[in-house]
């Protein structure tokens, strides 16, 4: 009877606290808010919302909780043929954008213009030194080009990004794709504008349509 089930993917999301010329991360907002959110609206079929994690905004001091937080993604499935259906979804700030961003990818590098929460500050440095220089790109596997057609088409200010910039939003992805790569799941990271932009409502809403599409292109 279990083969006949319906697939289903379970999607992880993180968001991000305050930093340093952010002193209201609207992620930090949306993902502590998502699940009644959708519990209300109703899932979209096939979809379930494994966990709702914030993250410091910090690279090198706060590796080990994310790592944590990556992990238990996987512990808490049980058996190895739904692993493949987990996917990791970041939610990140950029606070000059107009719109939201889908990002393709991100750089081994860690350049910081300001220091992190935990008061680092890296410059020209190899996120993950065993994988080769500051050039090196991780791409996600999910189609980005897709998923931001989609959620224009709904009305969505939305593009797609190869820049997710070189501070905490990209450290965090660079580990989240290669985590992904190990583990044969997907990861993929969004940048948010601040709420003075485009308004909470707005944002929860689009949040929810990224949820629906993933589960559209799961099935």
Not at 1 to 25: L, Q, Y
Not at 81 to 102: E, K, P, Q
Not at 171 to 198: C, D, M, N, W
Request: charged share 20%; hydrophobic share 40%; proline share 5%.
């Amino acid at each position: 009877m279990g083969s006949e089930a319906p697939p289903v993917v379970t999607v992880h999301i993180t968001g991000f606290k305050k930093f340093h010329g952010v002193s209201e991360n609207p992620t930090e907002t949306i993902v502590n808010n998502l699940k009644g959110y959708m519990e209300k609206k109703g899932l979209p079929k096939g979809l379930v919302i494994g966990s709702c994690s914030i993250l410091e905004t910090a690279g090198e001091g706060a590796v080990a909780s994310l790592y944590k937080i990556l992990d238990s993604a996987l512990s808490s499935h049980d058996s190895s043929s739904s692993v493949d259906r987990v996917i990791w979804l970041h939610f990140g700030v950029n606070s000059g954008a107009t719109r939201f961003a889908i990002e393709n990818q991100a750089v081994n590098e860690a350049t910081f213009r300001c220091p992190d929460e935990l008061g680092w500050k890296p410059q020209r440095v190899p996120i993950i030194p065993l994988d080769g220089g500051i050039s090196r790109i991780r791409e996600t596997s999910l189609p980005t080009n897709e998923i931001a057609k989609v959620l224009s088409g709904m009305g969505y200010s939305v593009m797609t990004s190869d820049d997710a910039g070189r501070f905490v939003c990209n450290y965090v992805y660079y580990h989240s794709l290669r985590f992904a790569e190990q583990h044969g799941i997907k990861s993929l990271f969004v940048h948010f504008p601040l709420f003075l932009t485009i308004n909470e409502d707005t944002q929860m809403r689009f949040a929810a349509s990224l949820l629906e599409v993933i589960a559209s292109l799961q099935q």
